[in-house]
């Protein structure tokens, strides 16, 4: 079964929780919250009802996001469907401009042939470059500038 993360910003700092409460502010059973007591989330007394501090669960479900990622290399892309990060089939990539600082590379998973995605900034692209090939978007042919007269124009040249 896979395991979900949950936002750590849901609770409330300042606050107590019982077992139910927690479950209903994470939109969980009842029998998980007890499950991330016996994990190590700190109650403050074993009589019931069990309360929760707030910033305990802040930080117990912040620790469990840091602990599942993953730091990909200047080199490799994380994969959503591997769940890994892979480098890009033959080493390949291509770079969609967004702002004129950032932009994202797609590339293939050598594994499962899906799209895998990556944000970057022009200094990072610099280093990606040299171990990676990157195509950049090339700018389209004004009509103007073009000899040929468009498709759908409908004058007759004589």
Known sequence: MK????????????????????????????????AWIKAGLPVLNDKRPMLILG?????????????????????????VRCRA????????ADYQIIT??????????????????RRVSLSTLEQISGKLSITLPQALEHIIDSTQS??????KRE
């Open 150 to 155: 468009s498709v759908n124009s409908d004058l």
């Open 3 to 34: 395991k979900r993360l949950h936002n750590p910003n849901l609770a409330k700092i300042h606050r107590n929780y019982t077992v139910e409460e927690a479950a209903e502010l994470y939109g969980v059973f009842k029998g998980t919250v007890r």
């Open 100 to 117: 004129d600082k950032i932009g994202n590379l797609e590339a293939i998973c050598p594994d499962c042939d899906n799209i895998m995605n």
């Open 55 to 79: 910033s305990d669960l802040v930080v117990f479900h912040q620790a469990r996001r840091t602990k599942n990622k993953q730091q990909c290399k200047p080199d490799e892309m994380y994969c």
């Open 85 to 92: 990060p892979k480098k890009p089939a033959g080493d390949m």
